[in-house]
């Protein structure tokens, strides 16, 4: 087998925002990107049959050079159809691509991909070859610490070297199992019990391996406190949930200088950005349902998202308005 080389700094990512679907898309990373300069930012997973049969790929590829670095996340099964998509990510200019061998879903495991796969190293190994053999991108895995009860740490453990073997450059590990009959998706992010020791133990296994944890990090210093113990930190809900909780990013994390913005100063620096997608015909509320998460926490929160919200709506949003009521914001501090 050939060995590949792997752990190289380039692969570290101390802070990056999970692959979600439905909610990372690239509106959504142009807003993150605004709040961090340095987090790893991804796609949402694209099945990687649907973008090889497209011919409308650029709806799946398309993003703003601005949201750099981004990971194109991956699912799928087929190291034919996954060494197409290699060349495709890697001609479309992302910078990694990472598999994705967590997702519970029904209609994705019964297309057995997703974390049902976890019972499949051979194949995973196989599909992580494919990817590495067919760019030159790093090739990164995201999965959790097990599916259904009975699988053990021995089970996660070897899955992780057969994986490292097939030259995986990083490991990102949501610390729950995936139960695959009985929960749901929703379910399977809540109610397995999160066990950031059990993740604990694989990086002290595997010292030469990059991991990263994964699952129920809501604030900044509980990551600098993980980052002890392991290589990254990835948020997903409370990104997408609370933006401007993770303004502090570039400062804390990477010990950048530039100024923690507010609220009104994230969506300033947007304007040009948003004024361009309206002018292209674009829906405001394709960016508005991402932006109104910005304003919380500050007096008449609730009456800003809601107009922005009503007049997104109601197909009466225009860049002036944006401006008027983010003004109001400013004025008042936020
Ligand atoms: C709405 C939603 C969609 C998600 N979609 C994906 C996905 O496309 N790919 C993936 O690997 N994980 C997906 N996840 C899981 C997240 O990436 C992450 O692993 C999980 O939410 C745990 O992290 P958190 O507790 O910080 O949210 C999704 C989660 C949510 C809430």
Known sequence: MKSYQTNS????????????????????????????????????MIVVQSLIYTDKKEKFLNFNSEERPLSIQFGGDDPKMLKEAAKI??????????????????????GNFGASLMKEPKKVAKC????????????????????DQEYSFEKLNSFVKEVANAGADRFIVHARKAILKGLNPKQNRTIPPLKYDVVKELKTMNPELLIEINGGFT?????????????????????????????????KIYKENNKIKSASEVIFSLIP???????????????????????????????????????SKQKEFNIDYLIKITSELREMGY
Request: with cysteine.
């Open 89 to 110: 990510a890697q001609d479309w200019g992302y910078d990694e691509i990472n598999f994705n061998v967590g997702c519970p879903s029904p209609r994705v495991c019964s």
């Open 9 to 44: 700094i380039n692969n570290l990512h101390k802070i990056s925002v999970a692959p979600m679907m439905d909610c990372t898309d690239k509106h959504f990373r142009m807003i993150m990107r605004k709040i961090s300069s340095k987090a790893l930012l991804y796609t949402e």
């Open 273 to 311: 950005y948003i004024e361009n997608h309206l002018k292209n015909k674009g829906n405001s509320w394709d960016i508005c349902k991402h932006l109104i998460n910005l304003v919380e926490n500050i007096p008449k929160a609730k009456i800003w998202r809601n107009k922005v919200s009503n007049k």
């Open 219 to 251: 604030n900044i210093d509980q990551c600098i406190n993980a980052l002890n113990d392991f290589d990254g930190v990835m948020i997903g809900r409370s990104a997408y949930k609370h933006p401007l909780i993770w303004s502090e990013i570039d400062q």
């Open 128 to 147: 992580i070859e494919s990817l590495k053999n067919n760019c030159t991108l790093p090739v990164t895995i995201k999965h959790r610490i097990g599916v």
